[in-house]
């Protein structure tokens, strides 16, 4: 811990750097630029809440802004994962001269997401303003939720960093893996009320044990219902998270050596 530690205050510029770098060579070029870290996720809940909302009759309240919480978080969890699995030979030109720490390649395109993140929720507080959702104190606890999705994720990308390197077809079960969490998360519909109310034993198990799910149910709850999460699930993946993330470091750590030859 001592050593991952001392490498993330040394590297840490780096990683600054290096998002930075990214998020400006994404919009060169691009007649809209940044606007279109806002426009695609914006679309994609018109989509949405078009499709789940007119055609299948969803009712959950706030809709818009219910359907745009979640796709602001699943697309940061979401691209952090796919990434995270090529991580090591798309930097193959760098790693391969220099020595870097793994993880902070982890860091810098978790700021690359993180950024594009907070950009998409100035929509949240337009939506919030348009639907004239009524604000309490519960709104500060986004805080420690971003504060453990960040950990969580972090944890779990820096294991499939390693086994990417290893496993070729890693990226596809990933992408199949991800597909299919996406529909058990809730992203157009409530866990609770929807799944609830005939398989209650079933929303319970995928609130309590999908990380995503809770960790958007909780947001939802603070931001547009003006309710308090669950503390002890937020606490609870926070610990997940730390324990996910040692492994991932200490793996990372023990194999990086034999990184460069493999790829």
């Known amino acids: 811990m001592k050593r991952f530690i001392n490498d993330m205050e040394k590297y840490y510029r780096y990683a600054v750097y290096s998002a930075k ?4 060579a994404e919009v060169a070029g ?68 220099v020595y870097l720490p793994k993880f902070i390649l982890i860091e810098s395109k978790m700021m690359v997401n993180g950024f594009k993140m907070l950009v998409s929720f100035g929509i949240v507080i337009i939506l919030m303003i348009f639907y004239q959702i009524p604000l309490s104190w519960n709104v500060f606890y986004a805080i420690p939720i971003l504060i453990c999705m960040w950990i969580v994720n972090f944890g779990l990308m820096t294991i499939l960093v390693h086994f990417g390197v290893y496993v070729e077809d890693l990226a596809n079960v990933v992408n199949i893996v991800l597909r299919f969490i996406f529909y058990l998360t809730g992203i157009m519909f409530s866990i609770e009320h929807r799944i609830g109310a005939k398989h209650p034993e079933l929303a319970l198990f995928l609130e309590k044990f ?12 603070c931001l547009l219902y003006g309710e308090r999460p669950e503390l002890l699930g937020i606490v609870s993946w926070i610990g997940i998270g730390i324990v996910l993330t040692a492994l991932g470091i200490h793996t990372i750590y023990k194999n990086e050596n034999s990184y460069v030859k493999v790829i």
Do not use: H
């Open 210 to 221: 999908n990380p995503m799910a809770f960790l958007i149910s909780s947001m939802r709850k």
């Open 21 to 24: 770098a990214e998020l400006k």
């Open 30 to 97: 691009s007649y809209l630029n940044w606007i279109w870290w806002i426009l695609e996720p914006f679309c994609m809940m018109l989509i949405y809440a078009f499709i789940f909302g007119f055609v299948f009759d969803a009712r959950e309240k706030y809709f818009t802004a219910f359907i745009y919480v979640g796709l602001t978080l699943w697309t940061f969890f979401n691209q952090n994962m796919k990434n995270s699995v090529r991580m090591v030979k798309k930097n193959k030109s760098i790693i391969s001269k």
